[in-house]
């Protein structure tokens, strides 16, 4: 199981030049968001999105307000006033299967210095934490232990009667790794029990290896053009926005084996992988793209030169003989990247996105608006459907003889 932190990032202007920006035509027929929804409620950023279930969501931002949704309609349901300055994180609490009471609990982490814990069902402040010596900058909830942590300062663990069980860092769990992102464009994969790495990976940003990271760093690389910003990961992959990059970086052979080294015109702030092998991505450009992971055709590998030295490893005609069998290894794993949708609507950086397989996709923005992206095949014939309802309520409809 991974767990994984985020890092920050944007792809450096000398890789720009040779790796043009991927663009799409009008005629997008692999991009199902055809129609979209326009949702007002924040006066200031909304920064950030969290799923309560399979038809609501809530928002969160730079007003301090929260906001509870209908993915379905778009409909404002509830508005959550406590906060007094910006919200910096948030994150649900569900509760435990085994537990009587199924109300789903929003907690949220202020600049105020203080977390609120909210009844998703009635926008109720259940409870406020007034403790902390530091603003609280990330959330999290260990729902097998029925705990949750804040990080600032310091790091505290919680129980849902919110009371502090420790401050540490050592949390003792089985077969859990976990992965982090550095802003000078580290990824390493640790062992959560003993600490070692087990994988690292710092050349996303450099087509070119044998220079000299540190040199090429201090010479022409901001800290913001090489970081990295965010990812997600599968059983399988880690897929990092690095810069205006996307990366997509195999867990088993270690390696980089798909990237899009422009992705987007400014730094790439969210993504997320799909079921079906597909991929989204959001930009501080105000954009948001559909990625789809493509295998590559895999190329035949050149005949290997035999002879008596060969046979037994000696002399140069191994080494050379050795490169293409290296080379058709790569290219049989190798995949690549594929823009099928551009998602144009607001007009400044898009910090974040929810999916909803059946409600669509909600994005939000520095703009102070939520869009809600639908799929226009499917609202049709809902439309459709619901007419037909509606005139057979009604009698209007008859069969032709």
Request: glycine letters at 6%; charged letters at 20%.
């Amino acid at each position: 199981m991974l767990r994984w932190l985020i890092g920050g990032g944007r792809e450096p202007q000398g890789l720009a030049e040779k790796s043009p920006l991927q663009t799409i035509g009008e005629e997008q027929t692999q991009n199902p968001y055809t129609e979209l929804l326009v949702l007002k409620a924040h006066h200031d950023i909304v920064r950030f999105l969290v799923q309560l279930d399979d038809y609501r969501f809530a928002s969160a931002g730079d007003d301090g307000i929260v906001v509870v949704w209908n993915a379905q309609t778009g409909e404002k349901l509830l508005e959550l006033n406590g906060h007094t300055q910006k919200i910096t994180a948030i994150i649900t609490f569900p509760s435990l299967e085994s537990c009587e009471e199924k109300n789903q609990l929003i907690l949220t982490a202020s600049a105020d210095r203080t977390v609120i814990v909210w009844d998703s069902d009635t926008g109720r402040q259940v409870q406020r934490i007034s403790c902390f010596q530091s603003t609280v900058k990330c959330l999290t909830v260990l729902q097998r232990l029925d705990v949750w942590l804040s990080g600032g300062n310091d790091l505290c663990v919680w129980n849902r009667k919110l009371d502090l069980l420790c401050k540490t860092s050592h949390l003792s769990d089985t077969d859990l790794s976990f992965v982090t992102g550095s802003h000078i464009g580290e990824l390493i994969i640790w062992d959560a029990l003993d600490w070692t790495m087990q994988a690292y990976e710092r050349h996303f940003w450099d087509p070119s290896p044998q220079l000299d990271t540190q040199q090429e760093i201090k010479l022409c690389q901001k800290s913001n053009d090489i970081s990295i910003h965010h990812f997600t990961c599968d059983e399988e992959n880690v897929f990092a926005a690095v810069g205006r990059g996307l990366y997509v970086y195999n867990l088993h052979m270690k390696r980089v084996i798909a990237c899009q080294k422009t992705a987007h015109d400014s730094s790439v702030l969210h993504i997320a992988r799909l079921s079906n092998r597909q991929l989204i991505s959001c930009s501080e450009d105000g954009s948001v793209r559909i990625w789809e992971l493509r295998e590559k055709q895999q190329l035949a590998a050149e005949p290997v030169p035999t002879g008596f030295f060969n046979m037994w490893g000696f002399g140069r005609v191994n080494k050379q003989a050795s490169q293409p069998v290296k080379k058709q290894q790569e290219n049989a794993t190798s995949c690549s990247l594929e823009l099928i949708g551009d998602l144009i609507g607001h007009s400044s950086s898009v910090e974040m996105f929810l999916y909803f397989e059946d409600h669509g996709l909600v994005t939000c923005s520095a703009d102070h608006l939520i869009i809600l992206w639908k799929n226009g095949e499917r609202e049709s014939g809902l439309r459709s459907l619901r007419l037909f309802q509606k005139l057979e309520e009604n009698g209007d409809l008859y069969l032709a003889v």
